[in-house]
């Protein structure tokens, strides 16, 4: 192994000249042990990033600047549609072929308020330069089909094809997804501040669309804007991994080649500064039986300096993690103590992807005669800032943030190498310097000189960019019971208008142009085509698993797993606790507790101390509920796992803490208890509809296994009707809350119920392992009786009313064991399905936003489950034909490989050194040894046409008998499926009287 914990050797040098490309720049950042390789491309001026580093996970992002002159849409449309095919991939929906056919790692698009970025990252190099190679064509010679605009940006039909008395109605990809977006109240805020802080510049139109304006698009603006943004000269070309420099230049000179320098203004113009603030009044949609009391928004949003002007961004930042960042944070706590409202808007914070940047902050659910006094408040706390300062201890927390998160390698969904792209972006899209924000310590040290030489810096910096800064917008969002009926009923109105105007011929002609479509989605590719994508043998797949160093061990006496991991000197530590015998009446209370002992004081420090403490000390603290079936689907765990990490040296405190909040919180605080309360309850509220296919699958699956219970009644609407309950009933109910809490405390937190985990490199696994005893002591040794709850269960068909103006469609079954030898082919079933026949069905021609299907053995689940979507009782019908479809046929063997080659790559799907260690634990749980994922993986790569049709035959017959359904979507819409479905749905309502 060479020597890792410094940065890759330069292996260029600047000024050099190769391949039709010059090198800048060349800089080490050793923290993150990364070499940069700043270049560019003589002939059309193509930016080109490299950050060379030790990662495998190798990255490749096209970024172009695409500022919008409308809220069409039209960047998110393009970005859409480049993917689907060009002429030399000239497929119906590459993208799609990429996804089912490489081991992608990573592989979307991004339209920003004035970028898209293309990215893509592998760990296999044959397969990373096969994605980049028809990413880059597919992006600079795009086929654009005029039906492609029709599906994916928008078109007309009828809601019943042929039926010409039937209603018109406008459908599309992109049209159906901001739909979705336009019905969240946390989208809906944003975007009237970016349209309010920036009324002069590009970020006063929605790039992604407003779905009233997106219909007025035509197919030619559509052409028009690809040819004006999307050449090399206006192209930024991010790359991260560790493949060598020179390797990216020889592929990307061939990509190159053939394009001239073209003239182009694509530069982002700054928004003059306002010289009054301003005052926008807007509403968003609530449930028709909510009450409208206490659901006002007010934000405040200010303008301040420019992105590129790199160290006044980083103080503002801080400032802003000073203001809002914590519990212990002076702005954040003046609002909530205020009781004018429940907790702080989603919003709230800094926003750094814009060229200027913006800082929110505001409350939500609050009374619309209290929005002064919001106001007030917010000013009369700045100004003691300005007058009395911030706390030091609070001041070195934060610094002590961003040295931990400029050190972590962090990839949760995201590969770390676009954790790193957004930062470049943020500097490099404004012409600015793309490497400044890597430089963390440098930064830092910077901002200690400059705090050590005027101690009033950051209050001096709050006065100016905050108190004397004219330029904000207090934006004032009312509920609105009606308003996407409004919405709606325009909207007929509208087509209806629309309709009578136009002669029965024009109607005709839609309706034919609507088939024409129809049939274009249902025909297949030529395999000509379908060849033309190069592809990975199944040879080139790795055959075996990758392992996790774990080694068990004894801490006292208690169990301990320790995965000897490159961490880059942080240090995650997980205590996991078993509350499987936990009563069935304390269950629900569990995320309560999670959520109540780490947000309070405790031992005698206020919960502001704690929170200071905390952000001094540790990277992050949190505690997850966690469950699942054993291997062998024998038996069930559940787990609460509290999980802190740290660096090195900040771990005996580290320790400490988590030591008080286990033994010492404080239930006592009542108004800190009630507002975390709030906070748990909103922010559970308002995650429904972002993902609410979830939240279908949560609630359907609660009917079938007892681990899927348990995540609807600790993650579900469940869940959120409890807290409501709770939040609601508070002054009667809080006593009883506290000694509840206390109950799972004496329950739970004992030596015999724990096994803790460890992830870190040598020297931290002893600074652990040397400190923790101490912790160990403190816990009693055994619980007294054990019982194991068990819930009841029987399937369900549930409607679930909620304000939105798309659905959300869930239809699951039960599967079986891990070791179960159907259940590789489950696996691969429920990959070909969202690849394939939900995909084509759901999405392409039903024009929702999503339609997909997961296996997911741990709760025991295998769901189909549908995204923004128009449809309830078509899309039910799908999932049934779906079945029938691999029931009687077998798919052929391309698709065979496919679906074979994008399982193995979820199963491959690189970690974290958090995660690893994380994952590592919970199949300590399950019991799932490497020999029996050796044996999946085997089961995989095994598979045929055959094998996966028998299985399918059987499991479907059984498993349907079972099957369970849940709907979120608006009242009507439920209400409308409830007269065409068979079996009805019962109706339900999720709203807070
Ligand atoms: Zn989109």
Redesign the pocket.
């Known amino acids: 192994m060479s020597d890792q914990s410094n940065s890759p050797q330069p292996t260029l040098q600047t000024g050099e000249e190769l391949y039709g490309f010059k090198v800048l720049r060349i800089k080490t950042f050793p923290e993150i042990r990364v070499t940069a390789y700043e270049i560019e491309h003589k002939k059309t001026g193509a930016k080109v990033l490299h950050l060379h580093s030790f990662d495998r996970e190798n990255l490749y992002a096209i970024g172009f600047r695409t500022p919008p002159s409308d809220s069409t849409g039209l960047p998110?449309i393009l970005?859409?549609s480049v993917l689907a095919g060009s002429e030399k991939y000239p497929l119906k929906d590459v993208f799609k072929e990429l996804m089912r056919s490489t081991l992608q790692t990573f592989i979307n698009?991004f339209?920003y308020p004035d970028k898209t970025i293309y990215p893509v990252a592998s760990q296999i190099k044959k397969d990373f330069f096969n994605l980049a190679r028809v990413y880059t064509d597919l992006v600079l010679h795009p086929r654009m089909l005029k039906e492609t605009f029709l599906q994916e940006g928008h078109h007309l039909e009828f809601t019943t094809p042929d039926d010409l008395a039937s209603d018109l109605i406008i459908s599309g990809?992109?049209y159906n997804?901001?739909k979705g977006a336009y019905s969240s109240s946390d989208s809906l805020i944003y975007k009237v501040l970016q349209e309010n802080v920036y009324p002069d510049s590009v970020y006063a139109f929605d790039s992604?669309g407003d779905p009233d304006v997106i219909p007025t698009l035509t197919y030619e603006q559509f052409r028009e804007f690809h040819r004006t943004y999307y050449s090399p000269t206006n192209t930024r070309f991010f790359i991260y991994g560790d493949i060598t420099t020179s390797e990216h230049l020889v592929f990307l000179s061939e990509m190159l080649s053939g394009f001239e320098r073209v003239e182009i203004d694509s530069s982002i113009k700054s928004q003059n500064r306002l010289t009054a603030p301003r005052v926008i009044r807007n509403t968003y949609p609530i449930g028709k039986d909510e009450s409208l009391r206490h659901k006002t928004m007010a934000n405040i949003a200010w303008m301040m300096s420019d992105n590129t002007d790199y160290e006044t961004s980083l103080i503002l930042e801080i400032i802003s993690a000073l203001l809002v960042g914590s519990a212990a944070s002076p702005l954040r706590k003046a609002l909530i103590d205020s009781g004018l409202g429940e907790d702080l808007t989603p919003v709230s914070g800094i926003e750094a992807d814009l060229k200027q940047l913006m800082f929110c902050v505001g409350l939500r659910n609050a009374q619309s005669s209290d929005v002064q006094k919001i106001e007030k408040l917010i000013f009369d706390t700045l100004q003691n800032i300005v007058e009395n300062g911030f706390d030091n201890e609070l001041i070195e927390g934060v610094l002590h943030q961003v040295e931990f998160h400029g050190k972590e390698i962090v990839r949760g969904s995201y590969p770390y190498g676009i954790a790193l792209m957004g930062n470049v972006f943020q500097t490099w899209l404004y012409d600015g310097d793309p490497l400044i924000g890597l430089d963390f310590p440098l930064a830092i040290k910077n901002i200690r000189e400059r705090w050590t030489v005027d101690p009033q810096i950051f209050q001096k910096m709050t006065k100016q960019w905050f108190v004397d800064n004219p330029h904000r917008v207090l934006a004032i969002m009312e509920p609105d019971a009606d308003f996407n009926d409004k919405k709606e009923k325009t909207y007929q109105n509208k087509m209806a208008e629309f309709k009578s105007s136009l002669p029965e011929s024009k109607l005709a002609q839609i309706n034919a142009q609507a088939k024409e479509l129809k049939k274009f989605q249902s025909e297949q590719d030529s395999p000509q085509a379908a060849a033309t994508i190069p592809k990975l043998k199944l040879e080139d797949i790795p055959k075996s698993i990758d392992t996790i160093p774990t080694q068990n061990s004894l801490i006292r006496d208690v169990p301990a797993l320790e995965h000897d991991i490159f961490t880059n000197g942080i240090a995650y530590v997980d205590l996991a606790f078993d509350i499987a015998h936990v009563p069935e009446e304390l269950q629900p209370y569990l995320p309560l507790m999670g959520k109540i002992i780490t947000g309070m004081g405790a031992a005698g420090f206020s919960y502001e101390e704690m929170a200071k403490r905390i952000a001094l000390k540790m990277g992050g603290l949190g505690y997850d509920l966690s469950t699942g079936f054993s291997a062998d689907a024998g038996s069930t765990w559940q787990k609460v796992i509290i999980s802190f990490n740290a660096l090195y040296r900040n771990l005996p405190d580290a320790i400490n803490i988590l030591s008080d909040i286990i033994f010492a919180s404080d239930l006592s605080a009542e108004a800190r208890m009630k507002d975390l309360i709030s906070e748990r309850k909103n922010n559970l509220q308002s995650a429904i509809v972002p993902s609410g296919h979830i939240f279908a699958k949560m609630a359907a699956g609660a009917a079938l296994t007892v681990p899927a219970y348990r995540d609807e009644q600790w993650h579900g609407r469940t869940q959120l009707k409890f807290i409501q309950n709770i939040a609601n009933d508070f002054g009667r109910s809080k006593q009883d809350l506290r000694d509840k809490l206390e109950l799972l405390r004496k329950i739970i937190f004992n030596r015999e119920n724990l096994v803790i985990n460890l992830t870190a490199e040598d020297a931290g696994l002893k600074i652990v392992k040397d400190n923790i005893p101490e912790l160990l002591d403190r816990l009693p040794a055994s619980v007294t009786a054990k019982t194991e709850a068990k819930p009841s269960l029987f399937p369900v068909s549930a409607g679930i009313s909620i304000p939105a103006q798309v659905s959300y469609v869930a239809y699951v079954l039960k599967t079986p064991a891990y070791t179960d030898q159907a259940s590789a082919l489950l696996m691969i079933s429920a990959k070909e399905l969202s690849n394939n026949y939900l995909y084509k069905h759901i999405r392409v021609q039903g024009g929702a936003?999503g339609g997909m299907s997961s296996f997911d053995q741990s709760l025991g689940l295998f769901s189909f489950l549908s995204y923004r979507d128009p449809h309830i009782v078509e899309t039910l019908q799908i999932f049934k034909d779906a079945q029938a479809f691999y029931s009687q046929n077998e798919i052929s063997i391309g698709d065979m490989e496919k679906a074979i080659i994008s399982t193995i790559g979820m199963v491959d799907k690189p970690l974290d050194p958090a995660g690893r260690g994380y994952i590592a634990l919970i199949r300590s749980f399950a019991g799932i040894n490497d020999d029996m994922r050796q044996k999946l993986r085997n089961g995989i790569l095994s598979a045929t046409p055959r094998k996966l049709k028998n299985a399918l035959v059987d499991y479907f017959s059984l498993a349907t008998k079972s099957a369970s359904v849940a709907v979120y979507s608006a009242p009507e819409k439920l209400n409308e499926a409830n007269k065409r479905l068979e079996e009805k749905l019962v109706m339900e309502n999720l709203s807070d009287e």
Do not use: P, Q
């Open positions: 998110h970005e859409h698009a339209t990809i992109v997804e901001m992604g936003y």
